[in-house]
């Protein structure tokens, strides 16, 4: 049987079915029936989703953070992702209609941590990376952390989510690239200046790599925790393949290639080697002594 | 189990119950109760997919080739997608053999799960070191040697593309492990005859082959205009690379048919793990098919014990190698007779278009 938690990270698999698709700027939203994946879910999770259906000849897994999820309701669980067209496996989720059955793995990976006080947390997000910040809101909330969120993009149409942070949000500045909408220029750009005035003890950020490099310098700079939930590209999603791997820094002072979707993804930011990813840095657990293999 | 969870499971007849064969199998004397394995590098040691079947009902678990000492691997990207395929170029990234024992290999003991342990290096002498290792560890169910890597001492030749240095490398790790614990080959497709580097290594003492690893291949990112990969070649695998695979079982099952195999490439179904069975593998192993799907090892092991009982099977051993023996004797008398005038001229059209459409 497939469908029970036995593993350590209990995460499941089942075919979810369609319940709804629509736009979002320039992002597709996909509301999917989900049995106990919702149940299980917590801020960071995400889901591995296969693609073309049961003959299908993309083989790689597909990962999304999860937007939201609803753990009981007229669908029973269900859960949302947000994704761009990117690819033939994106373009394929874009035109299922309502019914249409997805197989997805989940929920997958290390979620953010959570401060045990109630301390004043930024949610800094590029494009549709803000996807799991709104349930991180939430639960920060919940714990009476105050929460400032910093959303940014290249325009407005790849902003995701400005109506959500606005009601999650004690401030949320917007940053576009173009100046479309917002503060003219990058997250980063806008990003002192709230921890200035927030007194942020922690930040959280999702985002392309560079992105989440800058804020990962920007926090400590700023003498704050990060928590930066990375995007790498996964074939499987649960720990097997090994192709999502990144310089990870340990407790014990030593580099390890770490898989972003078992060790990640959310990782401490100051311990990915942001400026290395795509490498194998010098001193890393078993790097090649000269030359490579 | 409640009738919720059945009805979110991932097959339709994922619940279904398994036809009544005999799947044990034998290979190289070891007595599996079923046929299908993971493929080394699919499956890590196991853990990652114990959370979607129970590892302890397939075959075994054959574990990611480890290496005597901690490996990084190589930069990323590692993997393109290609179509019904993937090419990886991970570098054998792995935690060196001590660590293996302690933690991997003892998780699957304690789990209660067979393991066949992959192991690679870069010379003759990294093998004899690892077969060492493995001499006295109790519970490896076989030793897979992955040849498919650079030999350090021979310009960078791959083992396996060369029958002297494909036995050498078998002679040194027969001689130094365990006698009852059987050595499997695992042979590369990229060689110009297969069976000979099969009889160099069954000469050299392995007591069985695995076959066939992945294909060497390459993709370039055409935005870029880059080889795709870091590695800039890697291994194809997946439902593409099946007819290869299919292809070279048979012809080193013709050669030495007494010669067990493990037969692995592409398989996604009980039917693919089937083909492998007909043209002579003892036992198959899923691999790609698993990054997938990660039920895939179990779904094709029911998949294969009810395309066997629809097939008249009894024992999956009386299947291995059907595909070499004389086709059976025409189903009806008086049906018509190879060298008799045309067969279709004896049909109606619109039968033989029915009977190709049933099968």
């Known amino acids: 049987m497939t469908t029970s938690a036995q593993g350590r990270n209990g995460a499941i698999q089942v075919t979810g079915e369609v319940i709804g698709l629509r736009r979002a700027g320039e992002y597709h939203v996909l509301t999917l029936t989900a049995g106990g994946i919702p149940d299980l879910t917590r801020p960071g999770h995400f889901v591995a989703l296969s693609v073309g259906g049961p003959e299908s000849s993309m083989l790689l897994r597909r990962a999304f953070s999860i937007y939201s999820v609803q753990s009981r309701g007229v669908y029973g669980g269900t859960l949302e992702i947000v994704f761009a067209t990117q690819g033939k496996g994106t373009e394929w989720l874009s035109r299922l209609h309502r019914h249409d059955t997805v197989d997805i793995v989940g929920p997958l990976g290390r979620p953010f941590a959570l401060p045990k006080e109630p301390v004043s947390c930024v949610l800094v997000a590029g494009g549709y990376g803000s996807a799991p910040m709104f349930s991180l809101a939430d639960a920060l909330r919940a714990r009476g952390c105050r929460v400032d969120v910093v959303l940014g993009a290249s325009t407005e149409g790849k902003l995701f989510g400005v109506l959500d942070a606005k009601r999650i949000a004690a401030t949320l500045t917007i940053t576009t690239d173009d100046g479309s909408l917002g503060e003219h220029g990058r997250v980063t750009d806008a990003l002192p200046a709230v921890l200035k005035r927030t007194d942020a003890d922690v930040v959280y950020a999702c985002g392309p790599m560079p992105m989440l490099r800058a804020v990962a310098e920007v926090a400590s700079q700023h003498g704050a925790y990060s928590q930066c939930a990375v995007e790498e590209s996964m074939a499987c999603g649960i720990g097997v393949c090994m192709t999502c791997v990144l310089p990870v820094m340990g407790d014990d002072g030593v580099t390890r290639m770490l898989r972003s979707c078992v060790d990640g993804p959310v990782f401490r930011g100051d311990r990915v080697r942001w400026d290395e990813v795509g490498t194998i840095p010098e001193g890393t657990l078993g790097a090649p002594v000269s030359g490579g293999h | ?359």
């Open chain 2, 1 to 359: 189990m409640t009738r919720a969870v059945i009805t979110h499971g991932p097959r339709p007849d994922a619940a279904a119950e398994v036809p009544d064969v005999d799947m044990t199998t034998y290979l190289a004397g070891l007595e599996l109760p079923s046929p299908v394995l993971t493929a080394s590098g699919c499956a890590a040691a196991g853990r990652e997919l114990d959370q979607f079947f129970d590892i302890t009902t397939i075959g075994a678990i054959v574990t990611k080739s480890i290496m005597l000492n901690p490996r990084s691997g190589r930069p990323t990207p590692r993997m393109a997608e290609t179509p019904s395929g993937m090419l990886n170029s991970i570098g054998l990234q792995g935690p060196g053999i001590d660590a293996f024992l302690d933690k991997d290999l003892e998780w699957l003991r304690a789990r209660g799960a067979r393991a066949v342990v992959s192991i690679a290096g870069g010379s003759v002498d990294e093998y004899t070191r690892l077969a060492s290792k493995l001499r006295h560890v109790s519970d490896v169910a076989a030793i897979e040697v992955n040849i498919s890597c650079p030999n350090v001492e021979d310009r960078g030749l791959v083992f396996a593309c060369q029958a002297a240095s494909a036995a050498d490398v078998i002679s040194a790790v027969r001689r130094n492990t365990n006698p009852g614990v059987p050595v499997l080959a695992k042979l590369s497709p990229d060689v110009t005859d297969i069976v000979e580097i099969a009889r160099a290594v069954v000469d050299a003492g392995a007591d069985g082959l695995s076959m066939i690893n992945t294909l060497l291949g390459m993709v370039i990112d055409t935005d870029t205009m880059r080889p795709a990969l870091a590695g800039i070649t890697g291994g194809l695998s997946g439902p593409a690379i099946r007819p290869v695979a299919v292809r070279c079982v048979y012809q080193v099952h013709a050669a030495m048919p007494d010669v067990p195999i493990l037969g692995m490439g592409g398989i996604r179904t009980g039917l693919d793990a089937l083909e492998f069975v007909l043209a002579g593998a003892s036992a198959v192993s899923v691999g790609t098919a698993t990054f997938h799907d990660p039920s895939t090892p179990a779904r094709v092991a029911r998949e294969l014990a009810v395309a066997l009982a629809e097939r008249g099977f009894e024992r999956f051993e009386d299947a291995v190698g059907h595909a070499h023996r004389a086709p059976d004797p025409a189903p009806a008398p008086g049906g018509p007779v190879a060298g008799h005038g045309h067969l279709t001229d004896d049909l109606e059209p619109d039968t033989a278009v029915e009977a190709g459409v049933e099968g």
